[in-house]
């Protein structure tokens, strides 16, 4: 983190200025200053005017291209995102505390706003903590600076006074500002760090190059000390250690001449700065999110699923991936995908099993030897959460045993049966736990009673809950959730009618006791669900719904927990709608039994349901007929062997006549030529494994196709 550049003088560019955004001022004011507004209405700031090309390209200028947290480059290699440094609706303190109605009155103003990167402005979300009183209304007095706020503003302050960084690219506080900045944009989070490390690399190199021929003078100094620099903070703290402990005068006459001020930290000072910030992180990594005394470590930072390793649990063997976030800083979502027995269903129980904690796990009476693979003795499972330290769970055919016998994350899973509470039926009671997972494991076991939770809820918070439902049910502004005490019931107020929630389809009943069952649970510790974090597992998301609300739910679920991540599964095409691409991952079993990730997927968004049905999400050859799609499939089998013996090669022939009759192997010589072409790369790819031998073959394939399209005459060219 370094501040804008002293010599980029930027004023607030006209979209700011402008008599229209003044009009959006003047509207989020009458908004949030009617005390009498309902808890049921919802404010939409127009990023039309703070996310102007105006003001990208302002902020681009200021901070050098760079992310103004974490120094990372936007614009070429990331979507740059402007972020709202103090929130512009809506702060979350150390300790959870939720302010709503902070910090409207910023939204709009050029001073609170910085060019932010997509990780670091999902990291901080909604967080802003003070150390006193939150700044009121501009109209009741103001006073930023007397909140005493945790968070650095890159814009206003010199960053490196609270900040250092350690010879493996570690960033560690100077201060207890300098660290709550540190873990509250996740500044050390995986892949970052490396990053800096080989940045730091270049940069020793560099130095000791000029140091070694004499050349180490003002003007080399000066260049190596350039803001505009990679992780220039980094780069600037270590080449003034390196300088002063070789020439201490030529560091004096670098500051002397120098704009902004260097950083004072000796090599001995970094070494003892990162000692203590591994004794810090070991500390603050035994807490528990069931624990209200360990709130601050709980609340101080974004705990996403990023990687996840499985060896040797049930049908997988070995499988590893990372669930790559897209350009969003709404929680990224994992969609599933494969035909049965690829190990969807294994993946989110793994992921349950890690995360929920030993006390959990042993209420759920789980037998560890129904997830060891058959014939082994050991399997594990590693769910890493934005750091280098996964949560790691160790199986055998005795027990389980996990390196964090405490819940990190608020947890919920949902199998692909998903009961209803029904008359007579034993229902569970919607409490406060922080892992609710009964059902993922047993399909027999209920969801909760939802209306039953509703009213229990306080008039405040369950004006608050039926915002969030009416999204999930689709509802316009006007719309509204009734509680009907006397009754026992919800009524739902909508098109000139009142309903009760039991009244609805079952699909939508469904849909509402998970959306009931994942609130109950994130209310427990958020005061708001559109800041509440934690991590959804749904097996089967499609699960009975009608076609229309399959296309909806992903956005619909995105809307209402628009931070809580969820990993889900599904066979439907229409359940990948609202996805981003990089959220789909599919799974692929080998004939021998291994089970796989397949890598490059084309891009989901865009895409028609017969191109998802035809292409490699779903693997269909053909939607004509299933019959021509079972021919295709064996057609493809035998292509893809190495050698085939007399039986089979007959029958491969006989595949090609029975699949000629219908025409899809080309209807002229040039389409056959090109489709068997086509054909071979299909065969093959379904059994490569490797990334780069399925890349290679790719390549290969699209070489000589065009070859054998150049030298393929078109259909009436005459013969020479």
Known sequence: MIGPSKTASVEAPPSLSSAWAQRARDRAAGFFRNTARSAQEAFEFEDRFYGAPDVREALFALFNGKCAYCETPVGAVQPLNVEHHRPKSGAIDLDGAFSPDHYWWLAYEWENLLPVC?????????????????AHDPQTGIDLLAEEPYLLDPRLEVPEEHIAFAEDGTAVGRTDRGRVTIETLGLNRTGLVP????????????????????????????????PARPFAAMTRQFV??????????????????ASEPLPEVSMAEQRKLKSSHDRAQVAQEQFSVTKGADKANYFIRTRLVDRVVIKNIRGIEELEFDASP????????????????????????????ALMGDARRARLKLDPRDYLRTGERRGWIEVYLGDEHPVRLEVTRTRFKSSE??????????????????PGMRGRALTKEFARVENLFNPFAPLGDATKWLLSLPEPQFDAVARALKGILMLDESASLAPNRRAKRVDVRAHGREDPLEHLSDGYQSVLAVAADVMSVMLSRWEAMEVAEGTVMIDELGAHLHPRWKMRIVSALRDVFPRVQFLASTHDPLCLRGLLDGEVTLLRRLPEGEIYRVEELPPVEGLRVDQLLTSEFFGLNTTFDPEVDKLFTR???????????????????????????????????????????????LATEIVTVDDQERKDLY????????ELWAETPPVGTPAP
Not at 336 to 352: H, M, W
Not at 405 to 422: F, I, M, S
Not at 657 to 678: F, N, P, S
Not at 699 to 706: E, P, V
Request: hydrophobic share 40%.
């Open 195 to 226: 990053q800096r490390a080989h940045v730091l690399t270049q940069m020793k190199a560099e130095w000791g190059a000029l140091a070694e021929s004499g050349q180490l003078d003002h003007g080399a100094i000066e260049r190596m000390l350039d």
């Open 635 to 681: 057609y493809y089998e035998l292509k893809g062997k190495w050698e085939l013996d007399e039986v089979e090669t007959q029958e491969l022939e006989r595949l090609q006549e029975e699949l000629d009759k219908h025409q899809v192997l080309g209807r002229t010589r040039r389409e056959r030529i090109l489709l068997e072409a086509a054909d071979d790369y």
């Open 118 to 134: 997509v990780d670091c402005a999902r990291a901080k979300g909604s967080r802003f903590p003070v150390a006193k009183e939150r």
């Open 240 to 257: 003034a250690a390196w300088t002063r402990e070789r020439d201490s005068a030529l560091v004096e006459e670098v500051v002397a001449a």
């Open 326 to 353: 897209p350009a969003t800083e709404r929680a990224p979502w994992l969609m599933l995908l494969g035909e049965n027995g690829t190990g969807k269903s294994t993946i989110l129980q793994s992921v349950a099993l």
């Open 699 to 706: 390549d290969k394939t699209r070489a000589k196709l065009a």
């Open 405 to 422: 016998p405490d819940p990190k994350v608020l947890l919920l899973g949902y199998g692909a049966t998903r009961l209803l509470p029904r």
